[in-house]
Nanobody, 126 residues
Framework: QVQLVESGGGLVQAGGSLRLSCAAS????????MGWFRQAPGKERDFVAA????????DYADSVKARFTISRDNAKNTVYLQMNSLEPDDTAVYYC???????????????????WGQGTQVTVSS
């Protein structure tokens, strides 16, 4: 069992940056694949970025490539999402997700993850 707590959301102007953090409980964090997803009002929850347990493999949604960077610090049981050049369309609740799957695998699929945080709101004003 792992608990996930997101932080770092807020209100930012278009073109600005935010860094989200997701702190995880547990002692085997390096064996968890981690993902970030987001859900805008009235829309489905969508994949944003994912990182393998080792941190070697990453994947991004096309809409955020070259603007967002996912990373992790296994010593701190934390995964990050650095968001640059933010756009109003990035406004959403951002969720952290995890699955205990070893060190190599990563997925863009919501149903693949079995642990979720409560979410953090990101609002980008134009």
């Amino acid at each position: 069992q792992v608990q996930l707590v997101e932080s770092g959301g807020g209100l930012v102007q278009a073109g600005g940056s935010l860094r989200l953090s997701c702190a995880a409980s547990g002692r085997t964090f390096s064996r968890y694949a981690m993902g970030w997803f987001r859900q805008a009002p009235g829309k489905e929850r969508d994949f944003v970025a994912a990182i393998s347990g080792s941190g070697i493999t990453t994947d991004y949604a096309d809409s955020v490539k070259a603007r967002f960077t996912i990373s992790r610090d296994n010593a701190k049981n934390t995964v990050y999402l650095q968001m640059n050049s933010l756009e109003p369309d990035d406004t959403a609740v951002y969720y952290c997700a995890a699955r205990s799957i070893g060190t190599r695998l990563v997925s863009t699929t919501i149903t693949w993850y079995n642990y979720w945080g409560q979410g953090t709101q990101v609002t980008v004003s134009s």
